[in-house]
Every structure is written in structure tokens, then in C-alpha cells.
T-cell receptor, first 113, second 113 residues
Framework: AQSVTQPDIHITVSEGASLELRCNYS??????LFWYVQSPGQGLQLLLK??????LVQGIKGFEAEFKRSQSSFNLRKPSVHWSDAAEYFC???????????FGDGTTLTVKP | KAGVTQTPRYLIKTRGQQVTLSCSPI?????VSWYQQTPGQGLQFLFE???????NKGNFPGRFSGRQFSNSRSEMNVSTLELGDSALYLC????????????FGAGSRLTVL
């Protein structure tokens, strides 16, 4: 069975500082990996995805993520955080049927002025 | 291009009642998935529909059911509501089954009293 672990429940960074959110997955085959962001009271918005190819993927809002098969990780990074990035971030792994994605428990990001 | 539309956005029910939630996917999307989001359990997969057929089902009791219509719109129903059914119910659509990106609606917030 596939699973996703986001070790950090809550992260606080200062505006302008760099950010890395961790994600580890468990899946028997090549995973399809996603990062989503959720603002309060809203649905999830896709930040980026990895299906195959280049292991460093670029997403929206200046985010990027690196797929490391040897570490079963797909960490999300941003070089300079903006106050508007405060939200909850979810890592997900999708199987053959994308609708049945498995999500991590999420990491809540707080941005200090 | 209109996004995924979920109605109603908010609703309050009492224990024992039933509720029906509606989801209109993005035009051209044929797959619809439903998730339950709660603070304690996170995002949990309910079911996925494609071409009016349920393709995958999560680990929820039979009180939770759904269907998809020929225009790809979907409904989910929860009968005999329990307090623990209070949650944000998220619908997501994708072009088809397979490793596609999920586009989420804003959700239906159900409160059971």
C-alpha cells in the first residue's frame, strides 16, 4: 500500500527566508508525486507534479521539488518565502488511478514578517 | 474555463439525517473523486467515478455512497449522519483515470449536530 509522510506538522519561517518542506513516500513502483497547497476554507491547488524525467521540477509561485528515488523523498523548496505563502501544504502520491491519491497529513506554514 | 463547482458550500444537519452533496467537474473532465477532510484524519479518499462507474472506493461504511451522471456531474450521499461525519468534503476532477492532475473544488463544509 502506498503511504506519504510529512514529518513536519508546522513550520515557521521569516519572510524572505528559504523554505524546505519534507515529504517521504512509500510505493512499490514508480510513483506519481504531487504537492498541493490549501488556503483556509478552500480546496487544494496543485503546485507541481512529478511523473517522470527530470527529477527537479518547477511549479507555480516559485516553488520547486526534487524527486530522490534513493531516499523515497520529494521535498518542496522555495528560495524566498512571501507572506502570501502561509497555508497548508500537502504532498501526495498517485497510483495508476490518479483519483485514488494518498495524501500526507500536511504541513502548516506560518510566515513571520 | 470554470473550475470545479461544489454545492452547497456550507450545511448543517442533525444526527440521523441524510445529506446529498453535488460536484460539477471542469468541462471535459470525465473522472470525479471525492475526499473527506477532517483535522484528525486528514484527507481520506472516498470514491472515484469515471464514465458513470465507480472505479475505486475508499474504506468508508456503506452509509457513504455516490454516483456520476452522463454529463460527468457527481453527487455523494451520506445517510444516517453521525457526529463524526462533520468534515470538509472535497471533490476533484481530472481528464480521465490514470496519472492525471486533480483539480479540486472549494469543498462542502458539513456540520452534524
Amino acid at each position: 500500500a502506498q503511504s506519504v509522510t510529512q514529518p513536519d506538522i508546522h513550520i515557521t519561517v521569516s519572510e524572505g527566508a528559504s523554505l524546505e518542506l519534507r515529504c517521504n513516500y512509500s510505493y512499490g513502483a514508480t510513483p506519481y508525486l504531487f504537492w498541493y497547497v490549501q488556503s483556509p476554507g478552500q480546496g487544494l491547488q496543485l503546485l507541481l507534479k512529478y511523473f517522470s524525467g527530470d527529477t527537479l521540477v518547477q511549479g507555480i509561485k516559485g516553488f520547486e521539488a526534487e524527486f530522490k528515488r534513493s531516499q523515497s523523498s520529494f521535498n518542496l523548496r522555495k528560495p524566498s518565502v512571501h507572506w502570501s505563502d502561509a497555508a497548508e501544504y500537502f504532498c501526495a502520491v498517485g497510483a495508476t488511478n490518479a483519483g485514488k491519491s494518498t495524501f500526507g497529513d500536511g504541513t502548516t506554514l506560518t510566515v513571520k514578517p | 474555463k470554470a473550475g470545479v463547482t461544489q454545492t452547497p458550500r456550507y450545511l448543517i444537519k442533525t444526527r440521523g439525517q441524510q445529506v446529498t452533496l453535488s460536484c460539477s467537474p471542469i468541462s471535459g473532465h470525465r473522472s470525479v473523486s471525492w475526499y473527506q477532510q477532517t483535522p484528525g484524519q486528514g484527507l481520506q479518499f472516498l470514491f472515484e467515478y469515471f464514465s458513470e462507474t465507480q472505479r475505486n472506493k475508499g474504506n468508508f461504511p456503506g452509509r457513504f455512497s455516490g454516483r456520476q451522471f452522463s454529463n460527468s456531474r457527481s453527487e455523494m450521499n451520506v445517510s444516517t449522519l453521525e457526529l463524526g461525519d462533520s468534515a470538509l468534503y472535497l471533490c476533484a476532477s481530472s481528464l480521465s483515470i490514470g496519472p492525471n492532475v486533480l483539480t479540486f473544488g472549494a469543498g462542502s463544509r458539513l456540520t452534524v449536530l
